[in-house]
């Protein structure tokens, strides 16, 4: 028997995350909606013969609520409300011929709507099925003209064949919204994606969401992967990450494994390497380092005194993070190499050392990107070869935390500050954040704003050439 995959990253939207939705469901629902059309309506009715054409909903007035439907996803109600409409009319009675317009109103207009949701082959999001029932109370149509008499004469008559075609065009409508265009929105969230040149991430669902009277839970992998060997990747053991708040209308949480995996693969990734030289060598430095290894130069070749020295740096293993209550923290060992660089030859090495680092994570949120600002905290280095070189390098701990704060840190700051998106649809984006720290896992509590409308980002995306990538 084999145990679930935990998730390195989890996502609940709360009913307040769903309260801040309504208005815009709401919009699109009307949008769609209005853009139904209807057959053209022929018929007759004793000496009466009668068309029907341009059929154009007008207003609509719909009183409407959006909320969880447990163990399925979301239900869209409609209830006790009003559509206005507009249509063309041709009307012959004996020799009288008359046309012109007519305008008509749907009351007691209720639509119950069911959007079943889970995740697809790929591991997207997305509305598997739809269960829609629409039903109208009643149809008036207000006649004039100086037939007006002989109109409600068939208004009844006309008026009912309305209702049903209306009717029957309120589920396809949206079926259509919901199955084709919120689809098309969901297809933005990133699955399987590149982060930079270096790795990608991949944030498809491991099963189905699950949802409550009260929220909406996802889990996703949460795993980076080195993108020249995809299949190379870090295997989760972390905790699974426990989501109990209610009061923010979304929360993100993220494993110890989400970061350890971005780790694993930047260092598969060959990026934990790098030289101090030349100009990027603090002149204080390079006058230590002399000083340190002096006799190790004269004892090599007395010619080499006056050549270039240079720091290689290579992380030897991938970093690990733990995260705690207190805050976030990356540990790295790496192996630092001495090396004199003389002109036109190979590089001479006179020592190599191994470095302890320790840097504090603070991790913030920005829109929809996650973003990381490293600090190094604790730094030691000694001897690969004896203890007593050990305490020879004591002097140069100093100078080597100042220079890596100085020259390595702030780049690797300024690398990872684009950050890395969380599997939000375009448009949405986190507000208000506030990160807690726990025994293994952090939790984003957020809320919800829309930078765009849902039916511009809908409308945008159907203008956008289909990407077949995941």
């Known amino acids: 028997m084999t145990l679930a995959e935990p998730p ?3 996502i609940r939207i709360t009913d307040r995350g769903l309260e801040m939705l309504k208005a815009e469901t709401k919009n699109f629902v009307e949008g769609e909606l209005s853009n139904i059309s209807m057959p053209e309506m022929r018929g007759a009715e004793g000496r009466f013969q009668y068309t029907i054409k341009d059929v154009k909903i007008t207003e609509l007035n719909l009183t409407s609520d959006l909320r969880f439907q447990p163990d399925v996803g979301l239900l869209f109600e409609v209830q006790n409300s009003s559509i206005t409409l507009n249509f063309q009319r041709r009307i012959l009675y004996w020799l009288f011929y008359d046309e012109g317009a007519i305008n008509a109103s749907a009351e007691g207009v209720n639509i119950f709507t069911v959007l079943h949701l889970s995740k697809d082959k790929a591991g997207r999001l997305k509305i598997s099925n739809i269960t829609c029932d629409a039903s109208i109370a009643k149809m008036r149509a207000k006649f004039g003209g100086t037939l007006r008499r002989v109109y409600d004469f068939i208004g009844t008559f006309l008026t009912t064949g309305m209702r049903f075609l209306l009717n029957q065009q309120i589920c396809p409508a949206l079926n259509h919204a919901a199955l084709v ?3 098309q929105l969901l297809e933005t969230i990133p699955v399987r994606t590149e982060v930079d040149s270096y790795v990608g991430i991949d944030y498809s669902l491991l ?9 909406l839970d996802m889990d996703f992998r949460g795993m980076f992967y080195d993108l020249k060997n995809e299949n190379e990747t870090l295997v989760n053991y972390a905790v699974n990450p426990v989501v109990r708040e209610y009061d923010r209308m979304v929360y993100l949480s993220l494993s110890e494994y989400f970061f350890d995996s971005g780790l694993f693969s930047y260092f598969k990734g060959g990026l934990f390497q790098t030289q101090i030289a030349n100009e990027r060598m603090p002149k204080d430095l390079e006058m230590l380092l002399r000083t340190t290894y002096l006799g190790t130069i004269m004892m ?3 010619a080499l005194m006056d050549q270039p020295l240079s720091l290689e740096i290579e992380v030897t293993a991938p970093p690990r993070s733990t995260i705690k209550t207190s805050g976030a923290s990356v540990a790295v060992n790496a192996m630092v190499k001495v090396l004199v660089l003389p002109a036109g030859k190979p590089p001479v090495q006179l020592s190599s050392m191994t470095m302890e680092g320790k840097f504090n994570a603070k991790v913030s949120m920005k829109g ?3 973003t990381i600002h490293l600090d190094l905290r604790r730094f030691k280095i000694y001897s690969n070869q004896s203890a007593l070189e050990s305490l020879a390098l004591i002097p140069l701990q100093g100078p080597l935390k100042t220079m890596l704060q100085i020259s390595v840190v702030p780049l690797i700051n300024n690398y990872i500050k684009r950050g890395v998106q969380i599997p939000l649809p375009d448009g949405l984006d986190f507000i208000e954040e506030v990160v807690e720290y726990h025994n293994g896992y952090i939790i984003v509590g957020a809320n919800l704003h829309f930078t765009t409308g849902l039916r511009e ?7 956008v050439p289909t990407d077949n990538t995941v």
């Open 368 to 370: 929809k990107r996650l």
């Open 181 to 183: 265009l919120v689809n």
């Open 8 to 10: 390195g990253c989890k």
């Open 207 to 215: 099963s189905d969401p699950v949802v409550t009277e009260t929220s």
């Open 457 to 463: 980002l809908i409308e945008r995306k159907l203008s």
């Open 300 to 302: 090599l070749n007395p």
